[in-house]
């Protein structure tokens, strides 16, 4: 795939496994969420996740209700974020009272971002708030996610790609990848 600044340490992930990842994910949230009432609420967060809930969503074999206007972007107060204090940048509009949530990320790092969107979600009367990261760098947790659906283990390491960025660069890689530490540095 594409390096075009040149800035990838190595690959981690590659574009056959993210697809076959999204495939099974895709296939486990659908024998989950097969039935039941009401039409379960597929919501991103923005940014990274875009690419990974574009790929997943073609993997949901069940009725979902996807509004792309309706992801989520959240944001900590000033840098640093020593206070842990997180403010919706951009929210659902819809409603969540009774509904089933599957709240779907890139990247789980302090879990800050998801423990704050599954208690604000929860406390607006969704029924369940399920979470799907593909990539979860346990080693970095502070704040309690309960990952049901998780992609793989991330290395403890400055990773992009397949929508994650560094600066806002190198969402367009199609591969998750190790940045070089140059990078950075
Ligand atoms: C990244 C990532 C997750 C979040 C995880 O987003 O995409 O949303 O950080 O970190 P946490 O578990 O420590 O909260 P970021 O804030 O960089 O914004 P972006 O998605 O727009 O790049
Ligand atoms: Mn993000
Ligand atoms: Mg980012």
Do not use: W
């Amino acid at each position: 795939g594409a390096d075009p600044e040149g800035d990838v340490e190595r690959v981690l992930f590659d574009k056959e496994e993210l697809a076959r990842k999204c495939a099974e994910l895709g296939a486990a949230i659908s024998a989950d969420f097969s039935g039941g009432e009401d039409v379960p609420l597929l919501v991103g967060v923005l940014n990274g996740a875009a690419v990974f809930m574009a790929d997943l969503m073609r993997y949901i074999t069940v009725p979902i209700e996807i509004r792309l206007a309706d992801f989520i972007s959240v944001s900590s107060y000033g840098k640093g974020a020593v206070s842990g204090e997180l403010y919706f940048r951009k929210d659902v509009t819809l409603e969540l009272q009774n509904r089933r949530v599957i709240v779907v990320e890139d990247i789980v790092d302090t879990g800050k971002t998801l423990n704050a969107i599954m208690e604000s979600f929860s406390a607006r009367g969704a029924t369940s708030v399920t979470v799907c990261a593909l990539l979860d760098k346990v080693a970095r947790r502070t704040a309690p996610v309960d990952v049901k659906y998780k992609g793989f283990d991330c290395p403890n390491e400055f990773v992009i790609g397949y929508g994650i960025d560094y600066a806002e660069r190198y969402r367009n890689l199609p591969y998750v990848a190790a940045l070089k530490h140059t990078v950075y540095e």
